[in-house]
């Protein structure tokens, strides 16, 4: 998570040939004599990369990781070059570190210079994003065959969440870059981002054979370079550059072993129980997954478009039954202006998520926008607390008025809102059998899982030998408290039930959903969808007339000449649907490797008496066994992201969030904290 809630656009002026040239830094995004005839011979050429990518095989991942975005020049040029030479179901990761990003417009402006790259260029301003803070943009083209990931950062402080942990001793326990591509600003020009810690991050990013280049021959680069454990090559530089680098990484990067004894009562490290011991790519890439929900169907998706096969079971006729079963779900998110893990999560779900539909609105359902009603005080105030934040990011979120809230529903609206313009409704159904309509994907039905086992390498399901994987991910939401391996799980089960209110001759102007207490939106086949009630500790699964009493007054406030459509309705004719949400006591999923319960309370049992206790055990966790749950009222927001961070952490790749905002959906946090606070 980030400590700063803003950030600063590039300040651009243009030259007389209209190149873009940084005011802050006095310097040039790309040579004056063409940029991307550089781009091709500093980055592509000496990082050998068509010779590498046409060694690629089948269902491979590349990585390719970039000090300074900028115009997105370099992403472009890999980009096309990967589409000419490497194999069609390979997947090129591009991670670029950003402090200063460029508007959406300067971008268009100086990708307007490259008109062979013009259809690239057009595919990456559109999903461009809206920058509100620091953190990670995860963008995806082209089914995932290609997919950046922007992180709006310090350079070093960028590469750093990409580390397992800060631990020193454990942080190159993660995935992997296969070539730099060392842009930015010249070090005389900007000589903060060539840091110390830019390259030890580079070191430990590194593996045997990882590749860098770079335009500059500055002694600052070369040495940071060779203290990193690259072995550097001085050659002819591009135009009048007269040298440049090349550097390769020629044996295992060095690790910082630490003695851990020093520090008998205290570690300034963090204990280390998020590193998985146990992670591996295993020889067959085939994964079973438990639940065909939003979580397992997105979570289907994501393997399959990396080039798993996937098996899907699910114990009810047909797929999205129990909380994914609503005929008309919100793509909604809470924003809040506190810099802590839940209000970090829903932002970066929520940009996630519409990235996502957004090629897939005409399968799936409307993006009609979404309405937020300030609805109480406290609403109220919350709103003005986000306008700091918010307020540059339209194309996001809007600060509207009563008027305008009305304006854009169509109807008569009490109270002021945001409004979320990308946002929409969906159909939960639809959008899982879209996602499973992969030729990768086997979906079958009448399958209830009673019995989860591992044998030799491979997990079975209900002894089943037909029913094998090395990979299992468990997506059964509150289902999995009856798995032996998920059972001490503190999963929670909450009752909702929406309402089916027939359409009327003044409902029908109603343009957008709205949410406020409860939520409404546009007729489908003459009927709304109105709710849904929150029912703790309430196991009842019969449709009540008490909770359609309550989905109707719950619209009498905000939108008073709407609900009154509906008073003289008799209760006892409505229809409706009562789902099961599956929440955490924080609210957060639980996403990752599924912990050995045992194993991890004995490893880290120092923590019931010290929480800071120098423990040089990592965290041990089942081989090959995942979850996915938790995503309790915003399914359609948060699974997208979360099947992503899933996919990424079993592939071992790059991930989509920061690692401590992954590391706040890990699995295994609610076992420390109970080790922390000594309940367990």
């Given at each position: ?114 008109p062979e790259l013009h259809e690239l260029a057009t595919e990456l301003i559109s999903a461009y ?492 966790y089942h081989p090959g066994l995942f979850i996915n749950i938790g995503h309790g009222s915003r ?46």
């Open positions: 998570m980030s400590d700063s809630p803003s950030i600063d656009h590039a300040q651009l002026q243009w030259d007389e040939d209209g190149q873009p040239v940084s005011s802050v830094f006095g310097d040039v995004y790309f040579s004056r004599a063409n940029g991307l005839e550089e781009t091709r011979h500093v980055f592509l050429q000496h990082n050998q990369l068509a010779e590498r990518w046409q060694q690629l095989v089948s269902g491979e991942h590349f990585t390719i990781a970039e000090t300074g975005f900028g115009s997105g020049l370099n992403f472009l040029a890999a980009w096309q070059l990967w589409l000419k030479i490497a194999p069609v179901d390979a997947q090129l990761h591009f991670v670029s570190v950003e402090k200063f990003p460029l508007t959406k417009t300067d971008l268009q402006r100086a990708l307007a210079l490259w994003p809206v920058f509100v803070g620091t953190g990670f943009y995860r963008l995806g083209f082209m089914d995932n065959r290609i997919q950046l990931t922007l992180i709006i950062d310090d350079a070093a402080a960028g590469f750093a969440q990409l580390l397992a942990t800060s631990h020193p001793a454990f942080a190159h326990h993660c995935a992997k870059v296969d070539a730099w591509f060392l842009d930015g600003f010249a070090p005389s020009k900007n000589p903060q981002m060539w840091s110390d810690q830019l390259f030890t991050a580079i070191r430990q990013l590194s593996h045997v054979n990882t590749t860098a280049a770079t335009f500059s021959a500055a002694g600052i680069v070369k040495q940071g370079l060779k203290l990193a454990g690259f072995t550097i090559q001085k050659v002819p530089g591009f135009g009048r550059k007269r040298e440049m680098v090349k550097a390769h990484m020629a044996q295992e990067p060095s690790i910082d072993n630490e003695d851990l004894s020093q520090y008998r009562s205290y570690s300034p490290h963090p204990v280390p129980w998020t590193i998985n011991n146990s992670a591996i790519i295993p020889a067959e890439k085939h994964a079973l997954i438990i639940g065909g929900g939003l979580a397992g169907c997105t979570s289907a998706r994501a393997l399959a478009e990396r080039g798993w096969k996937v098996t899907l079971v699910e114990r009810h006729a047909a797929l999205a039954q129990e909380a994914s079963g609503n005929p008309q779900g919100v793509l909604y998110a809470k924003l809040s202006p506190k810099n802590e893990a839940q209000a970090e999560f829903n932002l970066h779900a929520l940009q996630f998520a519409q990235q996502f539909y957004r090629a897939r609105w005409n399968q799936i359902g409307e993006a009609c926008g979404v309405l937020q009603l300030a609805h109480s005080e406290s609403e109220q105030q919350l709103h003005e607390q986000l306008r700091e934040k918010f307020s540059s990011a339209d194309e996001l979120v809007q600060f509207v008025s009563t008027e305008q809230a009305s304006e854009i529903a169509g109807i008569k609206l009490n109270h002021t809102g945001l409004y979320f313009p990308q946002a929409g409704w969906i159909n939960p159904r639809r959008l899982c059998e879209h996602l499973t309509n992969h030729s990768a994907i086997k979906v079958i039905t009448h399958c209830d899982v009673v019995a989860l086992e591992k044998i030799a390498d491979t997990w079975q399901i209900n002894n089943d030998e037909n029913l094998r994987a090395p990979v299992v991910i468990i997506a059964s939401a509150q289902d999995a408290k009856k798995l032996t391996l998920t059972n001490h799980l503190p999963i929670k089960s909450i009752r909702g039930q929406i309402t089916y209110l027939p359409e009327t001759e003044r409902s029908r102007n109603l343009k957008t959903l709205v949410c406020s207490e409860g939520y409404i939106g546009p007729a489908v086949d003459g009927q709304h969808c109105t709710g849904a009630t929150f029912n703790l500790k309430d196991d009842d699964r019969t449709v009540r007339v008490e909770d359609h009493r309550t989905n109707l007054h719950n619209l009498r406030a905000p939108m008073p000449e709407l609900a009154q459509e509906w008073d003289q309705i008799d209760l006892e004719t409505l229809q409706g649907r009562v789902a099961f949400r599956c929440t955490l006591p924080d609210y957060l999923p639980l996403v990752g490797a599924v912990p050995d319960e045992q194993v991890m309370l004995t490893d880290f049992a120092p923590l019931r008496k010290n929480a800071r206790a120098a423990i040089s055990k990592t965290g041990t399914g359609l927001a948060y699974t997208p992201v979360c099947a992503e961070l899933l996919a990424a952490q079993i592939n071992q790749e790059i991930q989509p969030l920061p690692r401590e905002l992954a590391n706040a959906l890990n699995p295994a946090r609610f076992l420390i904290r109970d080790l922390i606070k000594n309940k367990r």
